[in-house]
């Protein structure tokens, strides 16, 4: 599996490496803006992300923008949002109410912070990329 | 008061809540490890940026800089830090520099607190 981690907060994005990093190859974005710029190299290689843990609140280009851009850049492609990586937004609990109905449409699930090893398992479980 | 507000207030005065933190982490101490390590050393320069953003009474660095150290202070079970920052980001949000630098000096006593636990667990748990 190829991940792309996308964290400003360095103990969430270490603790996020901790874990992903038996599941496959894992690059690592600090922003929105640098998480656009390997999705769009990963498109041009044809070898595209299968999994993006995408922060939210980020400064720069934010998870959102981002999310918008890489599903823009998915598309221009010719690849579905269905077909295309599957997006985890990550936020703290508190910011929850920040996750707007129409950028629900666009990613594959969330995940509350503080990070919990359990629940990014359960997660990539629900999305079916680990058994 | 209910039991609920009794356990949230319970909650965010916890300095380093230890089981939580292990919880996430899976048990696994060699992630502890290095999670505390880094924020040991990340901390310090975040509230140091926090501290020159107050100065500056630059808002948006003060949001991002207190949900910075809100993210982290989660990660590690530091429970009245985190409760701290997040109001400091709410009180940025509202551009309120009174209640930010009223608040301000609690969250440096919490992290004080937190720093203290944390080197004591890391030079004595072996």
Known sequence: MKILIVEDDLTSRMLLLEFLRDYGQTHVAINGEEAAEAVSISLEQKDPYDLICLDIMMPKVDGHEALKKIREMEESEGILSTKGSKIVMTTALDDLKNVTESYKNLCDGYLAKPIDGKKLIGELKKLELVE | ?????????????????YEAMMERMLHNTSIADTIIKLFLKDAPEQLKKLNNAIND??????????????GSASNLGGEAMRSSASDMEQFALKKDLNRIKSIHPTLLAQYNELEELLIDYVENRD
Do not use: A, G
């Open chain 2, 1 to 17: 008061m209910t039991d609920d507000d009794y356990s949230e207030k319970i909650m965010v005065s916890t300095p380093w809540n």
């Open chain 2, 57 to 70: 009474e630059n808002f948006k660095e003060i949001r991002q800089y207190s949900h910075s150290i809100k």
